[in-house]
């Protein structure tokens, strides 16, 4: 929830104090600290939902040898279910040239409150220059007011938004595994050797509800946004992997209360969530050089690490030991991110058109996007809405 007070004349900012210094001049007449001069703008209401859940079975066995180098063997198998749920949506009017006169603005909505005293002991805190006081406001009454004359909300009090995007993933993994134990003697001493193996299938699937808009609009001086109908399309996706993950371990000791060990294994970890998701979902807000959004993939394959580790460890007391160890990890299939530069749902950008570089041509390169928006209004004339001109605000 956005407000301003209109008539910026001139506006710095000092970076040579630990604490950056903001100085605005206002244009003869405007009082910034009059709330009587404080306008309502753009605001946003954004409603979020995580979910995660696991659900895990597990066979296991184990068979002891009565004699010889195997000690015993164990094996079994996990399947792994795993769902995961990520619901956003949001309520968003960018109007920040302003959505309530100044004068249907009561004034005991806002409340003064100084700057220098919250930053105590920071250089640039007490400089002459700063913005010593500012006004905040009642957010609730706020909302309370604007939902009332302009139903930012629906006119319900209620803006909770409802979700335009639903992603889910379905994750599913059976692991079967085997590892054997054995136990000699090497150079008179009693030493140990564990071999394994797992071998993982997973199978991933991604499903994706993202809002479809359906065209663009000029918002403000330098800034687009997006149109939305109120349609939108589920998609799904899916990806499978599967890996075998060996695991070697050995120990035995050398000397009295002196122990040796030695691993040598093949480790996975999944992609993080983000990155499997399926669906492509728009920025609302994007710029004269076009608009950005993402996209994930549910196909990744895991990262995958080869270890090896090998320390040992010398117990000079029955609870007190020193160890000097060494560990390497060559790690692969690193996830990327990558621009794609491509059009999305057919959209068109207002600044790539011909009317834009008619205001170019007709104002010169150097015009500010302000001058081109209002020459196109002025020249070009929509009989559906009827804009102000854009102004400079706080």
């Known amino acids: 929830m956005g407000t301003a007070v209109f008539g910026i004349a001139d506006q710095k900012i ?4 630990d604490l950056p210094v903001i100085s605005v001049a206002m244009n003869p007449g405007v009082n910034a600290l009059d709330p009587a001069n404080i306008t309502p703008t753009g605001n946003a209401f954004r409603n979020a939902y995580f979910r995660d859940e696991i659900n895990e079975a597990r066979l296991s066995g184990h068979f002891q040898f009565d004699s010889g180098v195997i000690d015993s063997l164990d094996f079994g198998a996990n399947y792994t279910e795993n769902k995961v749920r990520s619901a956003y949506g949001y309520i968003q009017h960018d109007t920040w040239g302003g959505s309530l006169p100044a004068s249907q603005t009561p004034d005991d909505l806002f409340s003064l409150v100084s700057v220098p005293d919250k930053f105590k002991g920071l250089s640039g805190a007490n400089d002459p220059n700063i913005i010593k006081q500012f006004y905040t406001f009642n957010f609730e009454k706020m909302v309370s007011l604007l939902d009332s004359k302009n139903q930012i909300c629906g006119g319900t009090g209620n803006c909770l938004a409802s979700y335009t995007v639903d992603r889910r993933i379905k994750e599913r993994t059976i692991a079967p595994y085997v590892q054997l134990n054995t136990k000699f003697d090497l150079l008179g001493r009693e030493a140990h050797f564990r071999a394994g193996l797992r071998y993982e299938n ?12 359906t065209g663009t609009q ?4 330098n800034e687009f946004g997006l149109i939305y109908g109120g349609d939108s399309a589920f998609t799904t996706f899916a990806g499978s992997y599967d890996n075998f993950l060996p695991a070697f371990d050995f120990d035995m000791q050398p000397a009295r209360n002196v122990k040796f060990r030695a691993s040598y294994s093949h480790t996975i970890t999944r992609a993080d969530y983000a990155s499997l998701q399926g669906g492509r979902t728009l920025d609302q807000l994007f710029r004269i050089g076009g608009g950005t959004g993402s996209q994930g993939n549910p196909g990744l394959m895991p990262y995958k690490s080869k270890n090896i580790d090998v320390s040992l460890e010398w117990y000079y007391a029955p609870t007190s030991y020193v160890s000097v160890g060494f560990f390497n990890k060559n790690v692969s299939n690193f996830i990327s991110s990558a621009r794609i530069d491509s059009s999305a749902f057919g959209l068109t950008n207002p600044a790539s058109g011909p009317r834009y570089q008619a205001a170019i041509a007709a104002l010169g390169a150097d015009a500010s996007t302000a001058a081109i928006r209002n020459y196109i209004f002025q020249h070009y004339p929509d009989p559906r809405r009827s804009p102000a001109p854009m102004r400079a605000a706080t």
């Open 14 to 17: 000092d970076f040579t104090h």
């Open 202 to 213: 997973t199978r991933v699937t991604s499903s994706a509800l993202v809002p479809v808009p």
């Open 218 to 221: 000029w918002v403000s001086a």
